[in-house]
C-alpha cells in the first residue's frame, strides 16, 4: 500500500510529530578521520612541509559541512614566549585526489590563498557572540588559527584593556603597533591580533580548526551532498614549522622585537577529520542512484589554480597570464593581490617566516 | 557569477584590486588584452574592501581606459604597468578560478 500523508489538523508539536513527511531534511552526522599513517599526531618538520592524507570514504557526504581541526604547541627557547601567526590556517598546501592521481581540488599556496580570498575579519560583537570556542580570549589553546580573533586595533578605539581582560594569563595577542608612531602604519598588514603570543618562558599551543566551507572557489565550499564510488584522498600539506610562528626573546616580548626563528617543529594533536556524512536515507539513495545511473551526477564547480610570483625589487610590474582551457571551461574570475609584507617589526632572518612564508 | 569561455587569450594583469573608485565601481577588476583588441572581456574579482587588507598605491593617472563594455554592460578598467609596490612588496599571489564539471559516476569522481 502506497504512503498517504496525513491530512489531518497537525495539533501536535513538531517533536512529537511522527507522521510521514515528504520534506527531505538533511540529518548529518561527522565521522571522525584520522590521517593515514593511523595517527593524530603526525610529527611536522621544522624547515619543510609534512603530508598528511585523510582516506574519504566511498559515502555521501557534505565537503563544506567538514572540517578539519587540531592543536599546534609552539616550543620556545629559554627566556623567550613563543609567537604563532592565527590568521591563517597553517597549510601550505591541499589537494582532493580521486585513486588514480587526478586533482579534484588542486591548492597550491593554500594559506596564501586564504589570506587573500577568505574573509580576514569579522566585527568583534561577532567574534564574541561565536560562544568561547572562538575566542582567543578564552586560553591560548582554545585560539584557533584560521579563525582568528579579529577585534579591531586598539588604537581605532578599541580598548586595549580589552585584550589584557579577555586574553588571561596563557596567552595573549600582542600589541605591537599601538602606541608607537613607527608602527601605526604596520596596522594595514599585519594587525598585531593575528598573532598569538605565550607568556615568558611558556609554550604555546593554539587549535586550529579548517572548516572547508570557508575556503573560497573550490569543490570544498559548494554546500551539497556529493558520492563517490571510491575513496578520495584529501591530501594535507602543513607549512614549515618556521613558518607557523617564532620565539620572542624577554627584551622583545612587548615590541615582538629581535625575533628568532622557531628550532624546534610545533608539534601537532588531536588531528582529525570530521566528515559530514548524510545520513537521511532518501537523500542517500537518491543520490547514490544519481550517480550509478547513466551519465552520473554532473555539478559545475569552480576550481582555482593559484600561483605566486616574484616581481622583484622594482615598484612596478605586470604580470601576464596565458589563459586556456587548462584552467577549466570557463572563467570565473581571476584574483590577483599582493601579499602581506613582512611584519617589519621582526628582524630580517625572521621575516622570511612572517605570514606570507 | 560573471563567466567568459576559456580559449587561448592572453591576460595583461593591469591589475588593481584596491584601486579606490568604489564610486565608479571598479573596484577590483582584470582585463583582457587580445593583443591589438582590446574589447576586453572583464574580470571581476572579489570584493576586498576590508580595510585590514594591505593597500597597494596606485596613482588614478595610471588608468589607460576604462568604461563599460558592450557585450556583458559591466564596467571595465585597462590599465599599463599600474601595479606599484613598495620594496617589500614583492610577491604577488595569482588565483584564475576556472569552471570545471565534476562527474561522479560508477568509476568514480573526476573534473574535467
Known sequence: MDMVEN?????????????????????????????????????????????????????????????ISGTMTFALLANNSACAFVHKPPVANMYLRNRSGTNIVNLTNFSKYWICTARACQPAQDFLAAGPINQVSETAAQALAGNPCMFNNPADAL????????????????????????????????????????????????????????IPHTVFSVNRDLYSTEILDLVVEFEPGTSMGFNVPTAGIATLNAASALVTAPTLANYNLFLSVQQNPTIREKIISKCLAEGGLKLLVPYPTVYTQNIGASTSGQIQIRVNSAYGQRLLRIILRNLYPPIRLLSVATSTTSPVA | MDSVPLQNYQVVMANRMDWDLNKDKLKGSAVFDYGNYRSLAPVHVDDFSDSNRPLVDCAESDLVESGRDLLTGKDYLYGKNILTKTAVDTTQLYAVIGQKLLISDASGVKVV
Open chain 1, 159 to 214: 580598548d586595549s584593556q580589552v585584550f589584557a581582560a579577555q586574553t588571561a594569563s596563557q596567552g595573549r595577542i600582542t600589541q605591537a603597533g599601538a602606541g608607537s608612531g613607527a608602527l601605526v602604519s604596520q596596522r594595514s598588514y599585519v594587525s598585531p591580533q593575528q598573532i598569538l603570543q605565550s607568556e615568558e618562558g611558556k609554550a604555546l599551543t593554539v587549535a586550529f580548526k579548517l572548516d572547508l566551507g570557508r
Open chain 1, 7 to 67: 491530512k489531518e489538523p497537525n495539533l501536535l508539536k513538531p517533536n512529537f510529530d511522527y507522521s510521514y513527511k515528504k520534506e527531505l531534511v538533511s540529518q548529518y552526522k561527522y565521522l571522525q578521520l584520522q590521517p593515514q599513517a593511523g595517527s593524530s599526531s603526525p610529527t611536522l618538520n621544522l624547515n619543510s612541509t609534512t603530508q598528511t592524507v585523510f582516506n574519504i570514504p566511498s559515502d555521501v557526504w557534505n565537503l563544506a559541512d567538514s572540517y
